[in-house]
């Protein structure tokens, strides 16, 4: 007698992947052990840090939301509706749920056992890589087309090609492990295993891999009494070993992980068990490639509680640029989401300091980024710029509320150069009493810089229109903003001088088409991409952009970009300046990373032809640029 209820499950089942890939009796065998689940409005199915259930959830009707829960503030990360799948955890990862899913309105699920789905998993390639596809992109179902890879859904700032650099980025692993002999004795192995804190010793004979013994198998052959603790390695290991090749992706060993039902993998320098061992991934290598995302390094952020744990996801953060950069993820795109998390890297450096400093501030203020990271143009570690602005005060209370802000200043500044982020070299910080001031000084600043400007000090205060407000106050920002908008506004005398400064720089190409090099001192030969390509692009940027009124965009790449909108009649030029500093920002942020540096020195004889060619293809667009501000701003009043 047919079971209507399970039916009707199956029925369902059959529209949404992975399910659509079996078949109308694997579909009914699973339906009849389904759980049916209801849940209220607010009602939550699994919180972050709970065991894992032994269930994983596809909602019949309603929705829930997916969100990390960071300092007692939930943020939603995702929203799953009709069809979608979650709690897919307890599939590849021991440990506990990281997102807690709560009902957005009323909701029925459907509870799937994992035990009874997990034979279909390993039998069925189609649903195989379903399940890793979501997993991986942290994505409810990789194959919607309209929402695939969102990482959020709601207030985001990424989109797909996040899940992308995580899914395809290569795993990172220990390099050569600790190895024993098939007649070594499980005592010394288990002693070696314990001094070393390490869950797995790889077994070879003649340097190739035969076995594998893990510390799941002390627990379930030695523990247990099936063998003594002085029986031979060769007694109990796995064999043969599960081998992979170097460089394997995420993906690739999360899946040969689950196929083989292993938690580690040996990696050899061929991929097989015929040549030397390299390395060896565990299961815990690929959670924690799973958690290098940007939504989690933001998470992290907000948790960390000391210095130490800021650097830690600053570190991380460089390895979601190096993906990037391996897997060709457009430059703007990964500017965005460096950004935010270099912002969010300051704001909890700012908090911090502030509970470190034991009373909580006089006055309301703004913490102000400026120059590459106001820009928001930051990918490499290089210097901090920054600034602070107080509400105004009592003139008898000013020393002491100033003096309260500088110390903050200090520990703030302290705290972002122990993260990685170095002091300015010219001392434009906060922490300096020059750039620690009530909003009336810098109101009365801002005018010195437009009203009267001079050509000794543009250099400087140029620094100062690329800002971006980090935390505080935003009536404050509002009103520096509108500020500095009227004062521009028509401020012929001002845009000369930016002008001027702007086409001090002149392209970096000379006689015969030949690259401006450095002529002495340590970089001698090489090649400034910073002052020689990225700051004209940045400077003309600026004054244009400035000149238009638009003082809300600060990024070079995305002022470019609403200059083609403003002046359609340039736009091509635009567009070309664009893509050019994207191109240059790449060269820069590939050399920086290759070198442990700043990028800002290229060494030519290292480029190849293609890549000559491609970096002089961006100069044409500043020669051109340096045209347009020639003839359009009058430089009659410069000496």
């Not at 079971?3 to 369902?12: E, I, K």
């Not at 309105?105 to 509870?111: F, L, R």
């Amino acid at each position: 007698m047919k079971n209507p209820v399970a039916q009707n499950v199956a029925d369902f089942l059959k529209h949404y992947p992975p399910f659509s890939s079996l078949t109308p009796a694997e579909l009914l065998d699973i339906a009849l052990q389904c759980k049916v689940v209801y849940l209220e409005k607010n009602q939550v199915l699994f919180k972050g840090g709970d065991t894992t259930h032994s269930d994983f959830y596809i909602v019949k009707d309603g929705a829930l939301g997916l969100s990390l829960t960071s300092d007692a503030e939930e943020t939603l990360i995702d929203k799953c509706d009709e069809g979608d799948i979650l709690g897919l955890r307890p599939f590849f990862a021991k440990n506990d749920y990281l997102m807690t899913a709560r009902a957005r309105e009323e909701a029925i699920i459907y509870g799937i056992p994992i035990k009874v789905f997990q034979p279909y998993v390993t039998q069925n390639p189609k649903v195989l890589e379903f399940l890793l596809e979501s997993f991986a992109s942290q994505t409810r179902n990789p194959y919607d087309k309209e929402r695939s890879g969102r990482l959020l859904s709601e207030n985001t700032i990424f989109n797909e090609q996040d899940a992308d650099i995580q899914y395809f980025q290569p795993i990172k692993y220990t390099r050569n492990p600790i190895t024993a002999n098939p007649d070594d004795v499980l005592m010394f192995i288990a002693k070696t295993m314990a001094n070393s804190a390490i869950g797995s010793v790889i077994i070879q004979q003649n340097q190739l891999p035969v076995g594998i013994i893990t510390d799941r198998d002390l627990r379930s052959k030695i523990a247990t009494g099936l063998f003594p603790i002085t029986a031979e390695a060769q007694e109990v290991m796995t064999s043969p070993v599960i081998t992979v090749p170097e460089n394997i992706s995420v993906a690739e060993a999360q899946m040969i992980m689950l196929k083989h039902d292993v938690g580690h993998l040996c990696v050899t320098r061929d991929g097989s068990d015929k040549s030397a061992v390299s390395g060896i991934i565990s299961e815990h290598d690929v959670v924690a490639a799973q958690a290098n995302t940007p939504g989690v390094l933001l998470k992290q952020t907000r948790r960390a509680t000391n210095n130490k744990e800021l650097k830690y996801v600053r570190e991380k953060l460089t390895d979601l640029i190096q993906s990037s950069i391996d897997k060709n993820i457009p430059i703007s795109h990964m500017s965005n989401i460096v950004a935010e998390i270099n912002i969010a890297l300051t704001r909890r450096a700012i908090e911090l300091a502030v509970l470190k400093m034991g009373t909580h501030p006089p006055v309301r203020f703004t913490w102000i980024n400026i120059g590459s990271q106001g820009r928001k143009e930051q990918l490499l570690l290089t210097d901090q710029d920054n600034a602070l602005v107080f509400e105004d005060v009592q003139p008898e209370q000013y020393e002491s509320v100033k003096r309260y802000f500088l110390e903050l200043a200090e520990l703030v500044t302290e705290s972002l150069s122990k993260v990685g982020y170095e002091f300015s070299p010219h001392n434009i910080m906060a922490r300096n009493p020059q750039w620690c001031k009530s909003l009336t000084d810098w109101i009365k600043q801002y005018n010195t810089w437009i009203n009267t400007p001079a050509e000794k000090g543009v250099e400087i205060s140029t620094l100062f229109f690329d800002f971006d407000f980090i935390y505080g106050f935003p009536a404050i920002e509002d009103t520096l903003t509108e500020l500095i908008k009227e004062r521009i506004l028509r401020n012929k005398k001002f845009f000369a001088f930016l002008a001027n400064d702007t086409l001090k720089n002149p392209p970096p190409l000379g006689f015969f088409r030949q690259f401006l090099v450095e002529g002495d001192g340590e970089h001698k030969d090489y090649f400034d991409i910073k002052a020689r390509a990225l700051e004209p692009l940045i400077d003309a940027a600026r004054l244009l952009a400035l000149s238009q009124g638009q003082t809300e965009i600060t990024n070079t790449y995305h002022r470019f970009k609403k200059l083609a909108d403003i002046e359609p009649q340039h736009a091509d030029l635009y567009e070309e300046c664009a893509e050019a500093f994207n191109v240059l920002q790449r060269f820069r942020t590939e050399e920086g990373l290759v070198n442990s540096s700043n990028g800002r020195y290229l060494n030519l004889s290292e480029l190849s032809k293609n890549d000559k060619v491609k970096l002089k293809n961006c100069f044409q667009p500043i020669s051109d640029i340096h045209d347009l501000i020639k003839n359009r701003f009058s430089l009659t009043y410069i000496n």
